[in-house]
């Protein structure tokens, strides 16, 4: 029996049945089919339990929500502490906890003026988009082939046709691609001096983390500057320290417009999501600065919790953590590849940000299986299934690390297995 | 109104990042070969040595107790000194014993967390750095309150040391507050492999409490048996140099002189000539007022480590500025009598006994109430009467015809120079000695059969000269498989992009908030002195 005090079950079994009947019959199915069963149970630091009561380690973190640990004892303690007081406050009037993160987030934001806060990731977004609109006033957006900005009005609008045809909000007139790391075609596309805004992920996540090619995201910047159009760095996944600094876009040495952050921004706790705007982007808050609304967007215990995170990362403890962790995987990994060049073929990496590499279009699906199997969660790149996701949190411990390591190594029969059979 | 005070309280812990970071620093440092390890130690000892007089100055201000140029010469001791001492041993190996078909991997304790005292902060912080360093150790010190400023100091500055010289990023860290609820719940972290400490009785009881491997070490209270074969002169010189060194306020000092009956006028005649001053009743009971409360406290802001022209000048006892110790005769060596306890202060009890009976009956009778397992001292020629005290003294070190405060401690004998000393099972405590590197490390053994021909490993080191977590390097970054082959984890640089680690600084608080944070710490600083003060007076 599973119970949860409002709610109970007699099995996983049920949990499934009923996903299916009311929550989502697709995503649930997919999961059962790809030989992940996974429903989380308990959870603690960068360890999660099926609520059969199988460990994993979660190497996932759901791009850098859990950055910090699932359920980090120093937030929760923040956010029970905040409630003592606050709640999610009114968005209309001007707010102590708002006001402080939005501060905080601005000393740690160089060239940065203003935090507007969003609910989400992708409403982060669209609020760039607006905003790099009404500076510009021009209507066109160019972002990356394969990038991944969420899946709001404009924002999906910036991605993947698998998102927008199926809901018929595909808008090719106003959303340009262009590929990645191609610096002639994101000239081409800017230079008729009609494009808002590029947006584009500091290293794209979804895709299954392609490094920018040395001098790539330098040269959109200039090419932007160039062409009036101003940079979106989308950090959501690269920010809050996973390259090695606060934001990716400071690891490449690149200076946006505006930026975005979500995801790790809650400490996994309570959702918030920002949108970061320099004096230009910041036009319309002085205009009318209620032109965008979000009632639970920037909710004040979410700020407390928020500042929490801010303050944690930029402990010199969890600066070096983060070199640790990326330096123990960088060795890690080059010996897994030496060990295993047959499956395992290469490292994409900025810090704690990393993709693996295997040598098969379907191989991470594979990896994410066998791993699932011998207790580590990693999901594939939606739209590489070569690549393997493969996010530590910054906090984790030598001793885990080291887990992880032995148990990919334990993972690699199977895998080669998996992948032998896809060969067929 | 909201304002004024914090109305809510935000729990921190800020032991998660330092220790984590030492388990790195530890696993990293546990790789590294012998002469990258000795280039650590010694880069090491000489910041100790180079800080010297300014850190003796710095814990001087702060604390109140002790005397500058002795501290100095501790802090080059335990510094240089310890490192000179040792830097021929090999704590690292392989080391081959073919003779015993053995030979012997070092693995080192792995993370140590450091008390340090506010008697002698950075002699003993210097003293455990070089010991980590030496045997490949992660260390967290946990300084003194009392001894905060001068002690985080000193350990940046020593970690920074490490740092240049090649150690692991994180293998020397300080708690920054440590205040008692941090430290003890620093004692019992599962990351702490092994704690040594040094401090106060609850220290050392919450050391032992905590679960982990812990050297700890008792208090001091150690009698100085001069015989009638003694030159009074001589060990009259060697009492007042010890009682007098930083002002008695190492535990090694003497407490009581136990005087044999014929010598004992002589005796009192030469403390005087060499800058003691001898206490009537009267003035002894005016220092004993002053020295202890009613509850048998000692005076630590009054008299701890101060000057006795200072001691003597709040008991209202009229001395010579130059004075350099107070000697306090009394009858009865029991521990009911204050002047039989251990005094971190240069005043010295002075009783007469007969022969080396009565003085090993007085010293035990003396270091029932405090001291057992610590030192003793002995000055005469007579060897048997040397092995009568030492034999039934509950010292575990004694010392001949030498200042006790060094010579225990193992400055000019050959005892373990230290800052930590044993006091072995009788005084609570897993260390009989002076605490020396290989108290640190634990030796793996490969054991071939007895008969078997001898194993040689010269020719291979299982260690690397490089740490895998080198403090200064940029953060990995590759470029995965390019077409044309797979580079591996390979990393390569981004030209033209600066990548350091650190980059620009940043900061998530306003210079207001910054002033608020540093008000509210300083209030807090305050209550927690307060609190230790209290703490230790009760002590
Ligand atoms: C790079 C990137 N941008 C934006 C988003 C959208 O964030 P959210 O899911 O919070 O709307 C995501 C989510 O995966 C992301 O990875």
New interface residues.
């Given amino acids: 029996m599973l119970d949860y005090g409002l709610f109970r079950y007699t099995s996983k079994e049920e949990v499934l049945e009923k996903s299916i009947r009311y929550w989502n019959p697709g995503k649930t199915r997919f999961w059962q089919e790809t030989g992940v069963d996974l429903v989380m149970g308990r959870r603690e630091g960068y360890i999660i339990h099926d609520i059969d009561g199988r460990r994993l380690i979660d190497l996932h973190i759901n791009g850098g929500t859990y950055n910090l640990g699932h359920r980090n004892a120093e937030l929760i303690a923040t956010l029970t502490t905040a409630l003592e007081y606050f709640d999610i406050g009114n968005h209309w009037f001007p707010s102590v906890a708002r006001t402080a993160l939005a501060e905080a987030l601005v000393n740690c934001s160089p060239g940065m003026s203003y935090a507007v806060f969003a609910p989400g990731g992708a409403e982060a977004a669209d609020i760039a988009i607006k905003s790099a609109r009404y500076a510009t006033k021009r209507r066109k957006i160019v972002s990356i082939i394969k990038g991944y900005h969420g899946h709001a009005g404009l924002s999906v609008a910036t991605g993947d046709d698998r998102f927008t045809k199926i809901f018929l909000s595909d808008r090719p007139d106003e959303f340009i691609q262009v590929p990645f790391n191609d610096l002639a075609a994101m000239e081409a596309a800017l230079k008729g001096r009609d494009i808002a805004a590029v947006i584009l992920e500091t290293i794209p996540a979804t895709y299954g983390f392609p490094m920018p090619a040395p001098g790539y995201l330098q040269g959109v910047r200039d090419l932007c500057t160039k062409y009036g159009t101003l940079y979106i760095a989308d950090e959501v996944q690269t920010g809050f320290m996973r390259c090695g600094q606060m934001w990716g876009w400071q690891v490449f040495g690149v200076q946006p417009d505006l930026f975005i952050a979500a995801k790790g921004l809650s400490g996994g706790l309570y959702p918030i999501a920002v949108c970061m705007l320099g004096e230009r982007a910041g036009g319309w808050l002085h205009e009318d600065g209620a032109a965008h609304i979000s009632t639970t967007g920037g909710g004040e215990v979410g700020c407390f919790v928020a500042m929490r995170v801010l303050e944690i990362l930029q402990r010199p403890e969890t600066r070096a953590n983060t070199r640790a962790v990326s330096e123990f995987f960088a060795e890690g990994f080059a010996d897994l590849i030496r060990r295993h060049p047959d499956v395992v073929v290469g490292l994409r990496q900025m810090g704690t940000v990393m993709g693996v590499e295997f040598d098969h279009p379907e191989g991470a699906v594979a990896a994410s299986r066998a791993l699932y199997e011998t207790g580590v969660w990693a999901i594939f790149s939606s739209l590489d299934k070569r690549v393997l996701q493969f996010k530590p949190g910054v906090l984790m411990s030598r001793a885990l690390c080291e887990e992880v390591i032995e148990r990919f190594d334990a993972a690699i029969p199977r895998l080669r297995a998996l992948i032998a059979e896809m060969k067929g | 109104m909201?304002g004024g005070k914090p109305?809510?309280?935000?729990?921190?812990?800020?032991l998660?990042?330092?220790m984590?970071?030492a388990?790195?620093a530890a696993?990293a440092f546990a790789e590294l070969d012998r002469a990258t390890t000795l280039r650590i130690a010694r880069a090491v000892a000489e910041a100790g040595h180079s800080r010297a007089q300014a850190d003796a100055e710095a814990a001087v201000r702060e604390t109140g107790f002790g005397v500058v140029a002795h501290k100095r010469l501790k802090n080059e001791l335990c510094s240089r000194g310890v490192f000179d001492t040792y830097a021929g041993q090999d704590f690292v190996g392989p080391l081959a014993e073919p003779d015993r078909r053995i030979v012997k991997l070092a693995r080192p304790a792995g993370v140590i967390l450091a008390l340090t005292p506010s008697t002698n902060p950075i002699a003993t912080l210097n003293f455990k750095a070089v010991l980590a360093m030496l045997t490949r150790n992660a260390v967290v010190f946990s300084p003194h309150p009392l001894a905060k400023g001068c002690s985080i100091a000193a350990a940046e500055a020593l970690a920074e040391a490490a740092r240049k010289a090649g150690a692991p990023?994180?293998a020397i860290q300080v708690l920054r507050e440590p205040t008692i609820p941090l430290v003890e719940a620093a004692m019992s972290d599962a990351?702490v492999d092994l704690v040594l400490a040094t401090g106060g009785p609850a220290v050392v009881q919450a050391a032992y409490r905590s679960g982990h491997p812990a050297y700890g070490v008792g208090p001091g209270n150690a009698p100085a048996y001069v015989h009638e074969s003694a030159d009074p002169v001589a060990a009259a010189k060697r009492l007042v140099d010890s009682k007098s060194f930083d002002n008695s306020i190492l535990c090694t000092n003497e407490s009581v002189v136990l005087a044999d009956r014929v010598l004992a006028d002589r005796l009192l005649e030469a403390l005087r000539q060499a800058g003691a001053h001898v206490c009537s009743e009267a003035e002894a009971d005016r220092l004993r007022a002053l020295l202890w409360n009613a509850e048998g406290g000692f005076n630590v802001t009054g008299a701890l480590g101060k000057d006795a022209a200072v001691i003597a000048r709040a008991a209202g006892i009229t001395v010579p500025p130059s004075t350099r110790i107070l000697v306090v005769p009394f009858a009865k060596v029991q521990p009911e009598e204050p002047f039989a306890r251990e005094k971190l202060a240069p005043v010295l009890g002075f009783a007469r006994v007969d022969g080396p009976g009565e003085a090993g009956r007085a010293a035990r009778a003396m270091m029932r109430h405090a001291g057992t397992g610590h030192s003793a001292g002995f000055h005469g020629r007579d060897e048997a009467a040397l092995m009568a005290f030492a034999r039934a003294a509950p010292a575990l070190r004694v010392a001949v015809n030498v200042p006790l405060s060094q010579g225990a401690a193992g400055f000019g004998t050959n005892l373990g120079p230290t800052m930590t000393i044993g006091t072995g099972f009788a005084g609570g405590s897993a260390l009989g000695e002076n605490l020396r590197p290989d108290h640190l490390v634990n030796w793996v053994q490969i054991a071939q059969a007895a008969d078997a021909e001898p194993a040689r490993f010269d020719h291979i080191s299982p260690w690397r000269a490089e740490p895998?977590?080198p403090a200064e390097?940029p953060?990995?970054?590759?470029?995965?498989?390019p077409p044309g082959g797979?580079?591996?984890?390979?990393?390569a640089p981004?030209?033209?992009?600066?990548?350091p680690?650190?980059?620009?600084a940043?900061?998530?608080?306003?210079p207001a908030?910054q002033d608020d944070m540093a008000a509210l710490r300083a209030e807090i600083r305050a209550l927690v002195l307060e609190e230790l003060r209290a703490a230790l007076q009760t002590a």
């Fill in positions: 909201d109305f809510l309280t935000f729990a921190q812990n800020p998660d990042g330092v984590e970071r388990r790195w696993g990023d994180g990351r895998l977590l390097a953060i990995s970054y590759s470029q995965g498989n797979p580079v591996g984890g390979k990393r981004v030209p033209g992009v600066d990548l680690f650190g980059g620009s940043v900061t998530a608080r306003g908030a």
